[in-house]
């Protein structure tokens, strides 16, 4: 599939990783639709990226007739749907045991929720819509890409409910992607290490200093364009499939 040929939901799409995502697709002559529950952000990315490239539509990721309501309306506006990203994440962090008690499941499975059952709504419901498309090359209909993390592998002291999400994101990559042969549509998923990320932004410049010497090389936080691009590569070629691809300069958590 050619960049200028997308037409592509995009999950947390008017900020960080995702709104990186969307520019490379429309810089490319994509047309993307910008799911997020972030409101206040919105315009903003809308103006940025030109209001006949992209479009917001609210949306709660958790919430299952939401992610099928609102992929079929960003198909109708877009005319058509041939690849979704997910991007939209929460960090979740917290100790099992923490010093004043113990977590609270609610933060556990909120977590899980928005990130792995969030992904599963997404590329369910858009995988359903692809599946009516008509057949590109090798009978390809469409491509979902899942955002991950490195914690998925190395979590640290603190991820247990971010590390669980991300970790059921992996897994279920391989079995989607089989079972999608039969219509056409490709499953990836990026693991990400550490980005600069409006999460990241929030630290102190000394931690963001000290995150980013901890990279064995390059010494440094990762961009969001080389996320975008990894996503323009997956998007274009058709052999990769069912598996995940570390982005993080070699790095490899520590316990803490």
Known sequence: MKINTIKGVVTGGVSGLGLAVAKNFVAEGGKVALLDVNESKAEAAVDALGESNARFFRIDVTQEDQAVEVIARAREWMNGLNVAMNCA????????????????????????????????????????????????????????????????????????????????????????????????????????GVFHTPMIDGLPAQVQQDLG????????????????????????????????IRLDGAVRLEPK
């Open 89 to 192: 994440g929460v960090l979740g962090a917290g100790r099992v045991l923490g010093r004043e008690a113990p977590m609270a499941l609610n933060t556990f499975s909120t977590t899980v929720m928005v990130n792995l059952v969030g992904s599963f709504n997404i590329a369910k419901a858009a995988a359903a819509l692809m599946a009516d498309n008509e057949p590109g090359e090798d009978g390809e209909r469409g491509v979902i890409i899942n955002t991950a993390s490195v914690a998925a592998f190395e979590g640290q002291i603190g991820q247990a409910a971010y590390s669980a999400s991300k970790g059921g994101v992996v897994g279920m990559t391989l079995p989607m992607a089989r079972e999608f042969t039969r219509i056409g549509v490709r499953v990836m998923t990026i693991a990400p």
């Open 213 to 244: 010497g901890s990279i064995p090389f390059p010494k440094r936080l990762g961009k969001g364009t080389e996320f975008a691009d990894l996503a323009a590569h997956i998007v274009e070629n058709r052999y990769l499939n069912g598996t995940t």
